[in-house]
């Protein structure tokens, strides 16, 4: 028996995954320079470290809010969703896979499509998100880029995609390789309309999001520290068999070697952009191209007659085929 | 006899893992090799004018049955010292900038153009990312898909990803019976999805990568049997058969006036895949 008797209840010991400080969950901790960061501050700061720029990944629509006036956009394409064209099944089937991710991301596809106005120009947004399956290019994002892009062929807008992927969707096989060459074509059409096309690159783009629109941009930029590349790193070092110097492929080494225009802090990213519009949104360009086209033979598939060809329009199509004749009756 | 042929009459037996080493075998014809055997009158051309020549990407000028024509293929190499030459047939930006140079020869003369797709991707390294891989890659699917010419595109071998896609856009695909064409190698996405890579035959059945698989997904247009048990078994017989299978493309394709040529194109690409959104 003890000498002393304790009056007083023991202190309750609290399990240690119960354990809450009042300030629990207000503070983050930057990676790279690892001050604490009151995590309002860093919404207020777009997801950059106020100490030392360390720009943190940023989710698909807080980019669209953060681009657009006012925060103002309508998100389109929403319906369209991956499918699961292969029946694929690694250790855990696809379609378990793709619910899993739009559980856990809140999203319904890797790529998040918008239309509004920023700098009072007409642009329409394509912003990919890391979080859904890594930021991966199926058949459905493939479709929703495009559709952008056909989009704003047809209304006269400009195209800004905000890549953060790690290339092609392999659950999809060679149908996912084909959206490259879908998108680039798409871009391809774009590009002979004199309508601006304004890739930002974030953390991170590899593979064969690089390898096609991406790099196709009339003015490429990126965000600081930002990897970007055709083969991941870990694919390279597998390959020559040697460590990779630290700042390889990263946003700063590919302004170095000539494949981006600038590289932008996330905070001055809108002010760019409209710089850039602001220079590449020119009427008198566009009709220059449409009285070119129309001079000569018909250009391509978004004036060819559809019946002859045996394929129908999409919605799209005859968007553009309006408003074309609509530019017509101004320039005449 | 027709060098197409429908789902029935593909040989069903062989494993998708099986075609993927049949598609890597050693003695299996290279470009160069059909290159003799298809066309006459071939000359070389060299470089991108911009940084060197890419001896992976072999490109020139030649007679495809009296008609002019531009020719661009991937090139492997038969022993070490060819390999080692031709790195193992994975061309750096400079190949695709060279492919992209000719085929801009070709519509400049109106030529058409065929490609013969075998490499087991581009080169990852730290000088072709420097010198940008990835934009090389996505420039030609650009150029490509409006080009005025007739682009015939040959997979013979490894269709490895976006290094096949460089040189693979076209307004009519055709796949040997055991070559394959896939996003990544059987071993690359069982080391991701599987995370070991000896599972590289259940990812290869998965990644649907065959010419049967891929015709039915409508990725390629005409498949070509292969002699008896593959290619490697008869060089001069696997040419013939693709030579058939070329010219009746290359022909159906000339047909059509340029610019409703360019309209096709971008339908066949518009519609990869998208079987459930429209």
Redesign the interface.
């Known amino acids: 028996m003890s000498w002393f008797r304790k009056k007083n209840p023991r202190i309750e010991v609290v399990p240690t995954d119960e354990r809450r400080v009042k300030t629990e969950g207000q503070f983050c901790k930057c990676p790279e320079c690892d001050a604490a960061i009151f995590k309002r501050d860093l919404e207020e700061s777009l997801q950059v470290c106020p100490h030392c720029s360390h720009h943190f990944r940023l989710d698909a629509r807080s980019r669209l809010a953060m681009l657009y006036d006012e925060a103002e956009y309508e998100e389109l394409d929403d ?2 969703v991956s ?1 699961d ?2 029946h ?4 855990k089937p696809y379609t378990v896979r793709l619910e899993q991710a739009r559980l856990s991301s809140g999203l319904p596809e890797a790529v998040i499509n918008g239309r509004g106005r920023i700098g009072g120009h007409l642009a329409h947004v394509a912003a990919m998100d890391f979080s859904f399956m890594g930021g991966s290019m ?3 994002v ?2 929703k880029i ?1 559709r952008l892009i056909e989009r704003a062929t047809a209304e006269r807008g400009a195209v800004i995609t905000i890549s953060s992927s790690g290339g ?15 998108i ?6 774009l ?2 309309a004199h309508l601006p096309f304004i890739s930002v690159l974030t953390d991170p783009t590899t ?2 999001v ?7 941009g009339d003015i490429i930029i990126a965000e600081p520290k930002a990897l970007i ?3 991941g790193p870990r ?2 070092e597998q ?2 068999r040697q460590k ?1 110097p630290k700042d ?2 990263r946003a700063e080494f590919l302004l170095e ?3 981006v225009d600038a590289v932008v802090d996330r905070r001055e990213m809108r002010a760019f952009l409209i710089k850039a519009l602001n220079f590449m949104v020119n009427p008198a360009a566009q009709v220059e191209a449409q009285t070119e086209a129309q001079s000569s ?6 004036t ?1 007659d559809p019946d ?2 045996g ?1 129908r329009q ?1 919605p799209a199509t005859d968007l553009k085929i309006k408003a074309q004749s609509k530019a017509q009756n101004q320039s005449t | 006899m027709d060098a197409s042929m429908s789902d029935e009459s593909a040989n069903s037996s062989v494993s998708a893992f099986e075609r993927v080493q049949l598609a890597r075998h050693p003695e299996r014809p290279y470009t160069i090799d059909y290159i003799e055997y298809l066309f006459e009158d071939f000359v070389e051309l060299k470089g991108d004018r911009r940084f060197a020549d890419d001896p992976a990407l072999v490109c020139g000028m030649a007679l495809f049955h009296g008609r002019p024509v531009a020719v661009i293929g991937h090139q492997k190499g038969r022993d070490i010292k060819q390999r080692r030459h031709r790195n193992f047939g994975m061309p750096k930006p400079e190949g695709y900038r060279k492919a992209l140079r000719v085929m801009n020869t070709a519509e400049k003369f109106d030529r058409a153009v065929i490609t013969f797709v075998d490499t087991p991707g ?1 080169y ?3 000088d ?8 090389a ?3 030609n ?6 080009l005025k010419v007739p682009i015939v595109v040959a997979i013979i071998g490894e ?1 490895g ?2 290094g096949a ?2 040189i ?2 076209g307004d009519k695909t055709i796949m040997f019976e055991n070559a394959v ?4 190698s059987p071993e ?2 069982a080391a ?3 995370k070991d890579s000896s599972k590289a035959s ?2 290869a059945e ?4 065959t010419a049967r698989d ?1 015709y039915r ?1 409508g ?1 390629v247009d005409v498949v070509v049997r292969e002699p008896s048990e593959g290619s490697h078994t008869s060089h001069q017989e696997s040419a013939r058969l693709l030579d058939e299978s070329i010219l009746n493309a290359l022909n159906e394709v000339s047909k059509i ?4 040529r ?6 066949k ?10």
């Not at chain 1, 659950?171 to 959206?179: H, Y």
Request: charged share 15%; proline share 3%.
């Open positions: 319906e369209v499918s064209p292969l694929f099944v690694d250790t199926g058949c459905a493939g479709e495009t092609a969707r392999m659950q999809e096989g060679t149908l996912s390789l084909m959206q490259m060459a879908k680039s074509a798409a871009l391809a059409v590009d002979e593979g064969g690089t390898a096609s629109f991406a790099m196709l590349g055709f083969a694919v390279i390959t020559i990779l390889f492929q070697h000539g494949m033979e018909p250009q391509g598939s978004l060819s002859r060809n394929h999409s | 581009a990852p390294g730290i072709a990312e420097e010198r940008g891989q990835a934009e890659i996505a420039v699917l650009l150029v490509m898909s409006r269709g990803s976006g896609l460089g693979g856009v064409y896939s996003v990544i690359g996405c991701i999805l599987w259940q990812s998965s990644l649907r990568l891929l997904l990725v006036p340029s610019a409703e360019i309209a096709q194109r971008y339908q690409l518009r519609h990869m895949g998208d079987g459930k959104f429209l």
